[in-house]
């Protein structure tokens, strides 16, 4: 059941920091006249941001253990306690929250809208996942999730730290990606020809080209930067989290920074026709309105 939650207060801050390369591109991405904001605080540790349609925004209190569900009308309320520390969250269409729980011996879940939970995948040959991350879910129904370990590594069930992929039968779990330090953030296009993954400990970022089977193939380097979340506007351009929110074009050329007083965490569209972005960065939520929207198949 979701229950309410005051502890936490809704805040405006004008004094955040816009930095972005050319004034073409500012006004092709940014809302003209619109600040940043800080929407949330008094959290632990926000991680894994993500929208509905009805503009509903859910994120992950990691370190207090809960997935807070933000209504349109300004509710916080919170969808699920003890998470086992889940971390990237994303919505499917009908309305089913997946959370990446990333507790030692961490699962793939769904949540549904009367908060019954599914195991959606917790094992791959015959051991458990490491501590789920993040996860994108393509316009067929299957699910790409990031499976580091971070801290220890002495009880660390797989035999390294991996990208998966569960078809969109729900039950099949392959892994796509084996020759990473630590992914964790990662997104798609909207055709769900093309991957973008980050090696979040090797501080890179790649692309991928996305086989009509989920496999990956041509990896290329997209970004010399590792990422802990991402998300995509309609043109292409990639945004990833790392002490600040950069953005690049598709050819991978940054092209912009948006700077917040916490480091940020994820990041996602979200809000009226998805033009409003928001952002997890340690203790808080923050939000800026964009010129662009963002793309999903939720």
């Not at 089977?213 to 970004?223: E, Q, V, W, Y």
Request: charged share 20%.
């Amino acid at each position: 059941m979701m229950t309410s939650r005051r502890p936490f207060t809704i805040v405006i801050v004008t004094g955040l920091v816009w930095a972005i390369s050319g004034c073409a591109t500012q006004k092709a991405l940014m809302a003209p006249g619109v600040m940043p904001k800080k929407a949330l605080e008094g959290f632990r540790f926000t991680e894994g941001v993500a929208a509905d349609r009805q503009g509903n925004v859910y994120f992950s209190d990691l370190e207090a253990n809960r997935i807070y569900r933000w209504t349109s009308d300004g509710k916080l309320l919170v969808l699920r306690e003890q998470s086992r520390k889940s971390n990237g969250l994303a919505v499917d269409k009908d309305g089913h929250i997946l959370a990446c729980e990333s507790a030692i011996g961490g699962r793939l879940v769904s949540i549904d809208p009367n908060g019954a939970i599914a195991v959606l995948a917790e094992t791959f040959g015959g051991k458990r996942f490491n501590s789920p991350n993040d996860l994108w879910l393509d316009a067929k129904g299957g699910i790409y999730f990031t499976d580091p370990r971070y801290g220890t590594r002495s009880n660390m069930e797989q035999d390294g730290e991996h990208v998966y992929y569960l078809k969109p039968d729900r039950k099949t779990v392959i892994r796509v990606i084996s020759d990473m330090v630590g992914p964790n953030g990662l997104t798609g296009t909207p055709d769900g020809k093309k991957l973008y993954v980050s090696d979040h400990k090797g501080k890179q970022t790649f692309a991928y080209d996305v086989n009509p089977d989920g496999t990956l193939s041509n990896k290329r380097p997209f970004a010399q930067v590792g990422s802990d979340g991402m998300t995509m506007d309609q043109k292409g351009n990639v945004y990833l989290t790392a002490r600040s929110v950069g953005i690049y074009d598709p050819a991978g050329r940054k092209i912009g920074v948006i700077e917040v007083p916490e480091t940020p965490s994820n990041v996602c569209f979200g809000g009226t026709g998805k033009k409003t972005l928001f952002i997890t960065a340690g203790t808080s939520l923050y939000s800026i309105e964009m010129a662009v929207k963002g793309v999903g198949s939720n």
